[in-house]
């Protein structure tokens, strides 16, 4: 297990780490944004570093894709990359810092954003990526999103948002509320998918005596769908919800014959989406910065 990551004779002392420096100047930017962004203060002079902060990172997302984040540790991320935790204090201050790279590397990769569809089909598109890429990977949710600043990729996404609302005509503010609207309609509508599906996998691998490790896609499928959380939800409503302590549910679920959402019936994600542009959409009418219908 190597300690230092600089390619050297075997046995030579690493290089006795850096001291932090005092800000040059008052307005200079934390470390760690300036980190995120690849603008790091210059590397002393001596060979280049065999262990990067890119490869700590992509370690740490291969270990939280395997195990979930609870399992990312700078002892575990060392591991997998050959080194003591030490080397890699050489490129991050701990694991608070590697949890914000990891923040934004998990948004890499852009969607494909239909051109010519107009504002809404690619906010549509972009907003329905960013749930399908939580659901694909859980534990990005656990990550600090709201709380961290955001780095190269995740504003190459925003931009992509400015880039479907290139036509309409609102100042840059607007245009960003817009686009924060979105992205919290996105972390609370994956975060409810991501739960119950958590909730119902572990209630299938505790009611066959599994060991918390069985990987889901050992389990049989129909069982974790029958045992979401709020399989149920409706029938719960029609037994249980009586008139006298719950007057408003009962005379709503009452009259009501199912099956009237206007999307596919195991298409929520859509169903909140579209309710979200709709409200987008007369807002952007009522401020004048669309046309009429099909803008």
């Keep these: 297990m190597r300690t230092d990551d600089t390619p050297g004779p075997a046995g030579q002392p690493p290089e006795t780490p850096e001291q932090p420096q005092p800000a040059a100047r008052e307005h200079e930017l934390p470390v760690v944004v300036q980190r995120l962004w690849g603008d790091a203060a210059p590397r002393r002079r001596g060979p280049k570093p065999a262990l990067s902060a890119g490869q700590i990172v992509r370690a740490a997302m291969d270990l939280a894709d395997a195990e979930g984040l609870a399992a990312v540790s700078m002892a575990r991320v060392a591991e997998a990359v050959g080194y003591t935790s030490m080397a890699l204090y050489r490129h991050m201050s701990g694991k608070d810092e590697l949890l914000i790279l990891m923040s934004d590397a998990v948004a890499a990769d852009l969607p494909d954003i239909p051109e010519d569809g107009g504002w809404r089909a690619g906010l549509e598109a972009w907003t329905r990526a960013q749930i399908d890429l939580a659901i694909t990977r859980p534990w990005m949710l656990d990550l600090p999103l709201s709380a961290v600043p955001p780095g190269p990729n995740r504003v190459r996404w925003m931009d992509q948002a400015f880039g479907a609302l290139r036509d309409v005509d609102l100042p840059a503010d607007e245009k960003l509320a817009i686009v924060g609207l979105l992205a919290q309609h996105v972390l609370g509508e994956a975060r409810v998918h991501v739960e119950t599906r958590r909730a119902a996998v572990e209630k299938v691998r505790r009611d066959a005596g599994l060991p918390d490790e069985t990987p889901e896609a050992d389990l049989d499928p129909a069982a974790i769908e029958a045992a979401d ?36 019936a195991d298409d929520d994600i859509a169903f909140g989406i579209t309710v979200v542009l709709d409200g987008v959409d007369a807002y952007l009418r009522r401020r004048g910065a669309i046309g009429g219908v099909g803008s």
């Design 229 to 264: 959380p709020f399989a149920d939800f409706e029938t719960v409503l029609l037994k249980y919800a009586g008139p006298q302590a719950y007057p408003n549910l009962f005379a709503s679920f009452a009259s009501w014959q199912g099956g009237t959402i206007d999307s596919p």
